[in-house]
């Protein structure tokens, strides 16, 4: 196969919809989780608080599709907790560059290898690194952490509520009898790749350190964009990644540009987070290509709502768009 025919076939990948057994209710959940959060916050006059706190819908990526009642309560409870301790480990590491990179490669060799070691489905470790990575990237303030914490925490519990009860409305609704295989979501592997988590944990930590050479304002938009490239489970599938990385990437921040021009208050922030989140739900199982295409946007909007170069669009986002086309090169 030559190259043109490569190409070919890489583009048709970019529109083919994979098909799924995900339950078109979990996009509902996640958008209730992410907008509750957001609503709350904008109505007490306090935005910031409701982005923390809605941080916690990533969370559902999690929930096994084929498991025991046990099991996905079990999936939930412990990466809540992993969210949590996440989100405070990058605010307590976050009062010096030096000791931030280093701690901060640290733990993603730690995450990752405790992603491999029992085998966690995907997204695997990204959404513990993205939140780490977020915390880390916050200036240093040792009297919020516990209110920041306690936020992310309120966010987890709201999750879980709701996506347990959703659970429980899937075991009753079930007429038919039929039991649902047990299948253990946390399977001990005793062949987990120390070097693949060593270099993932490395990366992790050069990439941030990268970004604070650059004197980036926020300098974790490089390591999250590496660490979604070498998410891939092959080298084909990380070099796949990288192309739909870099090209959704670039529709992406087009986009974002358009919706930022178009929304002008807090309200209309909310509302487009929460319906550019259900899109990116819908497409993250079906195309990966598709869904970065709205996964800028919304990560943008949440990280970015209430940064005062917000209301600079166009350096924002050629900002944004030289920090994550640095981060998937190196991640690739």
């Not at 030559?2 to 529109?15: A, G, V, Y």
């Not at 904008?42 to 009642?69: D, E, H, K, M, R």
Request: proline letters at 4%.
């Amino acid at each position: 196969m030559n190259w043109i025919d490569k190409l070919k076939k890489e583009l048709r990948l970019l529109i083919t919809l994979n098909k799924t057994k995900r339950k078109w209710q979990i996009s509902f959940l996640a958008a209730l989780s992410i907008g509750t959060p957001l609503l709350v916050g904008l109505y007490f006059n306090n935005l910031q608080y409701g982005l923390i706190a809605c941080l916690s819908t990533f969370i559902v990526q999690y929930l096994p599709q084929s498991s025991s009642i046990t099991n996905k309560i079990l999936t939930l409870l412990v990466c809540s907790f992993g969210f949590m301790i996440s989100f405070a480990f990058g605010l307590l590491f976050s009062f010096n560059p030096i000791v931030a990179v280093v701690a901060f490669g640290l733990f993603s060799m730690v995450v990752h290898l405790i992603i491999l070691y029992y085998k966690t489905s995907p997204p695997k470790s990204f959404f513990f690194i993205l939140v780490a990575a977020m915390a880390i990237g916050q200036p240093f303030d040792l009297s919020s952490i516990p209110t920041k914490v306690g936020l992310l925490g309120l966010g987890t519990m709201f999750t879980c509520i709701i996506t347990i009860a959703f659970v429980f409305y899937l075991y009753f609704k079930n007429t038919m009898g039929t039991s649902t295989p047990i299948t253990h979501v946390f399977k001990e592997n005793t062949s987990a790749n120390f070097w693949e988590a060593l270099i993932l944990g490395g990366f992790m930590g050069v990439a941030l350190a990268i970004g604070y050479l650059l004197k980036l304002e926020n300098a974790y938009w490089i390591p999250l964009s590496c660490a979604a490239v070498m998410q891939g489970a092959s080298l084909y599938h990380i070099r796949q990644r990288t192309f739909h990385r870099i090209l959704g990437t670039f529709i992406g921040v087009g986009l974002t540009w358009g919706i930022i021009n178009i929304i002008h208050s807090p309200l209309e922030i909310c509302l487009a987070i929460i319906v550019l989140h259900i899109i990116i739900d819908v497409l993250i199982v079906r195309q990966y290509a598709l869904a970065v295409i709205f996964i800028t946007p919304v990560t943008i909007l949440l990280v970015e709502a209430s940064n005062p170069i917000f209301n600079n669009p166009s350096e924002l986002i050629s900002l944004r768009l030289f920090e994550i086309s640095i981060g998937s090169i190196l991640g690739a």
